[in-house]
């Protein structure tokens, strides 16, 4: 068990320390001017910038929730070797905070999704407003 401990650690630190990691992501965007057409001229380079922010953006975003939850792993094994019992509340909380983050990035992506899918097809997506209540 604490090899795979340390595996994770190990990966969490490549992570953080590759171009990969969420803050090596963000530290040096491209800026709309790059793309040519400056002021707006060229309307095709603003969708592409546009393109490209988001899926930066997305990419930032899954960067630091793998490292997360690569994060919550690592607890999740020292836990049940441990025990519940003799993990400080500081972990605890760590680890309440991790879950929380994953599900609401879940729940955003879900929703982004029937949005996107509700829009293509001009209709509301059946049981929509259901779940976005949480009854389905």
């Not at 546009?50 to 094994?77: F, H, K, P, R, W």
């Not at 070797?81 to 909380?93: F, H, S, V």
């Not at 899918?117 to 976005?132: D, F, H, I, T, V």
Request: hydrophobic share 40%; aromatic share 6%.
């Amino acid at each position: 068990m604490l090899d795979f401990k340390k595996g994770i650690d190990e990966l969490i630190v490549e992570l953080t320390k590759s171009p990969a990691g969420s803050k090596n992501m963000s530290a040096d965007p491209v800026s709309r001017n790059q793309f040519g057409g400056g002021g707006g001229a060229w309307v095709e380079a603003s969708g592409v910038f546009t393109s490209y922010d988001n899926v930066l953006t997305q990419l930032t975003t899954l960067s630091a929730l793998l490292g997360e939850c690569l994060e919550g792993m690592g607890i999740a094994v020292v836990m049940s070797k441990n025990g519940m019992e003799q993990t400080d509340d500081d972990i605890r909380y760590r680890m309440l905070e991790i879950s929380q983050r994953a599900e609401t990035a879940k729940a955003e992506a879900e929703k982004a999704a029937a949005d996107k899918a509700a829009k293509g097809s001009g209709q509301p997506q059946a049981g929509a407003g259901l779940k976005n209540k949480g009854y389905a």
